[in-house]
């Protein structure tokens, strides 16, 4: 297939993330990632010409995207008390990786998940419901919500990144999707990461005098973390957690 993935760590073409052995059961899903930004970033090879507007129409997206994001970035400084442009410097040239998931429908729709239990790697993620079939659910207190996408409306899951970055004041949200019986689904969603360089750890003036919650990882190392084992709620993020961090 023209566009699959490469071998090559960046996760970008047509396949499945995070398959770490042959006996281990996989998600009920197709998925297709582009590396959107920073421009310089792309790689063109894996953008598709057919159909003819795909290229013209996500760059469109992608940067409407990135107005979004410098809005909700600006609200969550604002709320955390910290000056906007600490956010900007961190999420500088808006890191940003487009997938595709489709979800095909399967007759036993309860033996399969269309994508397990994860909080996102990113500081938020966009998500587009692109047909009008239910299948997101979020954890809170314990219990899996389903939850109905308004049209056209896009729904913000908020990461683990600014779970750490607030110290704790945002929380990532546990997601997954379920399959349908009859129908397939497609959602595309959009991560907004920090820049590559990042150290992450709570940010000083969030943190104050007050008690820091999380130890600090750089984000090649975050990275590294989520992508070599199976999706598995928050467990990344749980073994940074200061009370359990080994530094
Ligand atoms: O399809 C969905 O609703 C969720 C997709 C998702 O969680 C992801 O791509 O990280
Ligand atoms: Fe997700």
Redesign the pocket.
């Known amino acids: 297939m023209v566009y699959k993935q490469d071998n090559n760590g960046t996760l970008q073409g047509y396949g499945q993330a995070f398959v770490l052995s042959e006996e281990q059961k996989l998600d009920w899903?197709d998925?297709f990632y582009i590396t959107t930004r920073p421009v310089a970033l792309r790689n063109m090879k894996f953008w598709p010409t057919s159909p003819s507007t795909f290229r013209d129409n996500m760059d469109r997206y992608s940067l409407e995207l990135t107005k979004v994001a410098s809005c909700l970035w600006h609200y969550i400084a604002t709320n955390l008390g910290v000056a906007p442009e600490v956010f900007e410097q961190l999420f500088k040239d808006h890191p940003q990786g487009l997938?595709f998931?489709y979800?095909p429908p399967c007759p036993e729709a309860d033996k399969v998940i269309?994508?397990s239990p994860?909080s996102?790697g990113s500081g938020f993620?966009i998500?587009l419901?692109i047909n009008d079939v239910q299948?997101?659910q979020i954890r809170k207190d314990g219990q899996w919500i389903a939850?109905s996408a308004l049209p056209n409306a896009l729904?913000v899951?908020l990461g683990d990144i600014t779970e750490v970055l607030s110290n704790g004041i945002y929380k990532s949200i546990e997601?997954?999707?379920m399959i349908n019986t009859q129908h397939p689904?497609i959602?595309l969603?959009a991560?907004h990461c920090p820049d590559n360089s990042l150290m992450l750890r709570p940010l000083p003036e969030v943190v104050g005098d007050g008690k820091l919650n999380y130890g600090s990882m750089s984000y090649q190392e975050f990275l590294k973390a989520i992508f070599n084992k199976k999706l598995e709620g928050k467990s990344v993020i749980e073994k940074l957690k200061y009370c359990k961090a080994k530094n």
């Open positions: 899903s998925m997938r998931n979800y269309g994508i994860h996102d993620s998500l419901q299948g997101l939850i729904i899951n997601h997954r999707a689904r959602s969603v991560f």
